[in-house]
């Protein structure tokens, strides 16, 4: 069920929107700040896009609006594709943080924090393993003024305030930078042998 | 960075690796005591002398060195260091060095602790890490400094001698920490 929240910023308040449906999507469109740049380019520009991941099943979409017309924000929440290292404990255990985006012109907002607050609140995230794999090639380094480095520890620290940890795994994309990233937050409730299991699928290791 | 950090090794082995403490004194001793005499010959301190061992702790007290240790069952398996110059032309660039217990080389030990220094050496701002191997004798370790975009940049022939007194050359490699990723 769609929820709002309103969310201060000191460009005027947000509204964030948790779990949109594609109708919800349709009412609005991207800032103008979604686009590409010359080291940057935003995950998702168009609205279609949205729609598509939004009619997906297990898959969550949170918007954070400006003047209820123009996306300045948005958060997926979405299982691992099936041909995806993370698919392999089986359905519903694994659900990946697929993107939070900040339009340039809202990020002194702590506007990811909000999105993120609404992305994850769900009653059942005790009972599953959230993951996000931040690729040091998808960051707006330009537009942040940050090294990798300072980008990616900055990640950490707002993941970090949702319960998610550091961990190390093998997987080859990870792999392909060291300022890589691969964070996971296990519910309380997943048992010990799915934790298990997510250990050695980290690092590719059958048991 | 966030320790201790889980590892599943190659052969299913688990392992956690965190940062070396004073209280590891006895355990990294008896750690360099399972390595072959041969192995040790090329490290840069003999780490069974207990007053090299002494002064080595009081360097990294003083920050100039950074040391993880990877343990599994409470034993030390391997050991990495990151050197650090502190002051002048060299600042920039940290010096590494690991060693991995015989049973576990081969099994991507040694790359985690790599990995895990350049993340160091990333969050301490430096742009170089430098590490020396001595040819044909280290021919595994330069392969995996290769895989990991270090490259060779110089070579002193002849330089360092094994246990029997035959010269090899010192290979010095370098790896370049980026700030951040032009396009290509």
Same mark, same amino acid.
């Given at each position: 069920?769609?929820?709002?929240?309103?969310?201060?910023?000191?460009?005027?308040?947000?509204?964030?929107?948790?779990?949109?449906?594609?109708?919800?999507?349709? !009412?609005?469109?991207?800032?103008?700040?979604?686009?590409?740049?010359?080291?940057?380019?935003?995950?998702?520009?168009?609205?279609?896009?949205? !729609?598509?991941?939004? @009619?997906?099943?297990?898959? @969550?979409?949170?918007?954070?609006?400006?003047?209820?017309?123009?996306?300045?924000?948005?958060?997926?929440?979405?299982?691992?594709?099936?041909?995806?290292?993370?698919?392999?404990?089986?359905?519903?255990?694994?659900?990946?943080?697929?993107?939070?985006?900040?339009?340039?012109?809202?990020?002194?907002?702590?506007?990811?924090?909000?999105?993120?607050?609404?992305?994850?609140?769900?009653?059942?995230?005790?009972?599953?393993?959230?993951?996000?794999?931040?690729?040091?090639?998808?960051?707006?380094?330009?537009? @942040?003024?940050?090294?990798?480095?300072?980008?990616?520890?900055?990640?950490?620290?707002?993941?970090?305030?949702?319960?998610?940890? !550091?961990?190390?795994?093998?997987?080859?994309?990870?792999?392909?930078?060291?300022?890589?990233?691969?964070?996971?937050?296990?519910?309380?409730?997943?048992?010990? !042998?799915?934790?298990? @299991?997510?250990?050695?699928?980290?690092?590719?290791?059958?048991? | 960075?966030?320790?201790?950090?889980?590892? /599943?090794?190659?052969?299913?082995?688990?392992? %956690?690796?965190?940062?070396?403490?004073?209280?590891?004194?006895?355990?990294? /001793?008896?750690?360099?005591?399972?390595?072959?005499?041969?192995?040790?010959?090329?490290?840069?301190?003999?780490?069974?002398?207990?007053? /090299?061992?002494?002064?080595?702790?009081?360097? %990294?007290?003083?920050?100039?060195?950074?040391?993880? /240790?990877?343990?599994?069952?409470?034993?030390?398996?391997?050991?990495?260091?990151?050197?650090?110059?502190?002051?002048?032309?060299?600042?920039?660039?940290?010096?590494?060095? %690991?060693?991995? *217990?015989?049973?576990?080389?081969?099994?991507?030990?040694?790359?985690?602790?790599?990995?895990?220094?350049?993340?160091?050496?990333?969050?301490?701002?430096?742009?170089?890490?430098?590490?020396?191997?001595?040819?044909?004798?280290?021919?595994?370790?330069?392969?995996?400094?290769?895989?990991?975009?270090?490259?060779?940049?110089?070579?002193?022939?002849?330089? *360092?001698?094994?246990?029997?007194?035959?010269?090899?050359?010192?290979? %010095?490699?370098?790896?370049?920490?980026?700030?951040?990723?032009?396009?290509?």
């Amino acid at each position: 069920m769609q929820q709002e929240t309103v969310w201060p910023t000191p460009m005027g308040d947000v509204t964030i929107l948790r779990h949109c449906s594609v109708e919800c999507i349709r !009412e609005y469109a991207f800032g103008d700040q979604f686009g590409s740049y010359a080291q940057y380019k935003s995950l998702y520009t168009h609205r279609d896009s949205l !729609e598509d991941i939004a @009619s997906r099943k297990d898959t @969550s979409v949170t918007l954070a609006v400006n003047d209820h017309t123009q996306i300045v924000g948005l958060g997926l929440l979405s299982p691992p594709e099936p041909d995806e290292r993370w698919a392999g404990l089986g359905s519903g255990v694994m659900t990946e943080v697929k993107a939070v985006e900040v339009s340039r012109r809202w990020r002194k907002g702590r506007l990811a924090r909000g999105i993120l607050t609404a992305l994850l609140f769900d009653p059942d995230i005790e009972e599953r393993i959230i993951y996000m794999v931040g690729y040091s090639w998808t960051w707006d380094l330009d537009g @942040s003024g940050l090294s990798a480095q300072e980008y990616r520890n900055m990640l950490i620290r707002l993941f970090t305030a949702f319960k998610f940890q !550091e961990l190390q795994t093998n997987e080859p994309n990870v792999c392909l930078k060291p300022e890589n990233l691969f964070m996971g937050r296990i519910g309380s409730a997943v048992s010990e !042998e799915i934790q298990k @299991s997510f250990k050695w699928l980290r690092f590719g290791v059958a048991p | 960075m966030r320790y201790p950090k889980e590892l /599943v090794l190659k052969s299913g082995e688990e392992a %956690i690796i965190r940062p070396l403490e004073n209280t590891d004194r006895q355990l990294l /001793v008896d750690f360099y005591q399972g390595i072959p005499s041969d192995d040790r010959w090329y490290l840069r301190y003999d780490f069974l002398d207990p007053e /090299v061992l002494r002064k080595w702790f009081d360097d %990294i007290d003083s920050g100039t060195v950074r040391s993880i /240790v990877a343990l599994s069952d409470d034993t030390i398996i391997a050991h990495a260091s990151l050197y650090l110059r502190g002051f002048g032309s060299t600042t920039h660039v940290g010096r590494l060095r %690991i060693m991995v *217990a015989p049973r576990f080389r081969h099994k991507r030990l040694g790359t985690w602790m790599l990995l895990d220094l350049i993340q160091l050496a990333l969050d301490m701002g430096l742009t170089d890490i430098r590490s020396d191997f001595v040819a044909e004798v280290e021919a595994a370790a330069i392969d995996a400094a290769f895989k990991l975009d270090f490259f060779k940049h110089a070579t002193l022939k002849d330089y *360092a001698k094994d246990p029997d007194g035959n010269r090899h050359d010192l290979v %010095i490699m370098i790896k370049r920490l980026h700030r951040s990723w032009s396009d290509f």
